[in-house]
Nanobody, 114 residues
Framework: VQLVESGGGLVQPGGSLRLSCVAS????????MRWYRQTPGKERELVAA????????HYVTSVKGRFTISRDNAKNMTFLQMDSLKPEDTGVYYC????????WGQGTEVTVSS
């Protein structure tokens, strides 16, 4: 199992980023996917989740209305569109499948700062 996240960077408050995750080594379409983020000194937290067919999504309260999770099962990819970014969104973002023992990827770093 391999997960490769990309798309992070430095953005000003109010800006947008689109994170991507390419998955391999398992049957992607069978597994719900999640995006997590980790900030220094804090536990890794679940940010968003999507069902295996993409019809159901879930967001942590702090990102509702600003983040959108999606997936493309044909490409084994999941995405996190992040709009109206705030400094507290800063962190390293990871994707991970649900119900599968998978190692964490390297993550992609997001810094929201003026």
């Amino acid at each position: 199992v391999q997960l490769v996240e990309s798309g992070g960077g430095l953005v000003q408050p109010g800006g947008s980023l689109r994170l991507s995750c390419v998955a391999s080594g398992f049957t992607f379409s069978r597994h719900p996917m999640r995006w997590y983020r980790q900030t220094p000194g804090k536990e890794r937290e679940l940010v968003a989740a999507i069902s295996n067919n993409g019809e159901s999504t879930h967001y942590v309260t702090s990102v509702k209305g600003r983040f959108t999770i999606s997936r493309d099962n044909a490409k084994n990819m999941t995405f996190l569109q992040m709009d109206s970014l705030k400094p507290e969104d800063t962190g390293v973002y990871y994707c991970k499948p649900l119900a599968l023992a998978a190692p964490w990827g390297q993550g992609t770093e997001v810094t929201v700062s003026s």
